[in-house]
């Protein structure tokens, strides 16, 4: 059972965290000014009783303690903090702690390092970007939910300087987004939104692009909708240099897939591929040298196997013919 000292210092916790709320639940998050918040482990040492603190997980039915909730502050919500150098020294051990309330607050200090004090963090992205993922794995949700919120604010800050350190990110966000929890899976939807709009397509798209064929069909269905969103991105110039036959072949591969998310980002696909194709065919020396490519279909024909251009002339026929029955 639970000693009275304890409980009172419990208590005392609790109340010291609800009091330091701003505008949302239960914010751990407070400025850089060397102290921080009590760890609830040193609770646990002092009594058998389980100590947790989100909602959903199972106290001691002998003590009655009152449930604090993460605060998930948005980007734009974010202040400045009032020391950044020391914050900066204390970010990694922060990261890599084992308590997790500091771990909470330490990321929200990434993001507001990561919005006021970009260039100041750039040089640690190598070693901080790995303590991030740390925590995308971390099985409490409001670890997990905060790294991805983190996520995004990274993206939005450094663009493609983060190309080299990506790839774990990505694996992590799209195994979030396919999740059951939908609160985490919205978050990580947003931070892979972010994603497609910050870092550069040329860049990104050969970093999904490995997603598109994962054993996950949930992981798939994701990589394809983001692959998708990101290929406009690249206006008409870039489509071509990036070679429109590999994106067609992209996409066709796509329209087989078991999920129907995978399947309409195929679809959105092509007819963006379409629209690109058959506004500058004529413009094209290559298209001047071989006529026989100069139609959509012809294109489709010789790039792909039969089975796939007849799908996807199926799917581009339809909507020509839907287009052309509204207007």
């Known amino acids: 059972m639970m000693s009275g000292n304890a409980l009172r210092d419990l208590n005392a916790l609790l109340m010291y965290e609800r009091k330091n709320d701003s505008s949302s639940k239960g914010n751990f998050t407070k400025p850089c000014n060397g102290n921080t918040i009590e760890n609830v482990e040193e609770q646990q040492k002092k009594s058998p009783a389980s100590v947790h603190i989100n909602g959903g997980e199972t106290v001691n039915a002998e003590v009655e303690v009152a449930i604090s909730e993460v605060e998930y502050i948005e980007s734009e919500n974010l202040s400045d903090l009032e020391d950044a150098g020391t914050c900066l020294e204390k970010l990694l051990p922060g990261l890599d702690s084992k308590d997790w309330i500091l771990v909470v607050e330490t990321l929200n200090n990434v993001r507001r390092l990561s919005l006021f004090h970009r260039e100041a963090m750039h040089s640690m992205l190598g070693d901080l970007i790995p303590l991030v993922v740390k925590s995308l794995k971390n099985p409490r949700s409001a670890v997990c939910k905060t790294a991805i919120m983190t996520s995004a604010d990274i993206f939005s800050a450094y663009n493609d300087d983060l190309i080299d350190f990506l790839d774990p990110l990505i694996v992590q966000l799209l195994l979030k987004s396919s999740q059951d929890k939908r609160f985490v899976c919205e978050a990580a939807e947003r931070a892979l939104e972010a994603m497609t709009t910050s870092v550069s397509p040329m860049s990104l798209l050969p970093k999904l692009q490995p997603y598109l064929k994962n054993r996950n069909p949930r992981i798939r269905a994701k990589a394809s909708m983001f692959f ?88 581009t026929n339809i909507a020509r013919e839907g287009h052309g029955l509204g207007s």
Not at 258 to 276: C, G, H
Request: net charge negative; charged share 25%; proline share 5%.
């Open 228 to 315: 998708s969103r990101s290929v406009p991105r690249l206006g008409v110039e870039g489509i071509k240099e990036y070679g429109i036959d590999k994106l067609i072949q992209v996409a066709a591969s796509q329209l087989s897939d078991q999920l129907p998310e995978s399947r309409e980002a195929a679809r959105t696909l092509l007819l963006e591929l379409q629209t690109v194709y058959e506004k500058s065919h004529d413009l094209s020396t290559t298209i001047r040298e071989h006529p026989e490519m100069s139609s959509w279909e012809n294109f489709c024909q010789l790039k792909l196997s039969p089975l796939s251009a007849q799908a996807v002339l199926r799917v």
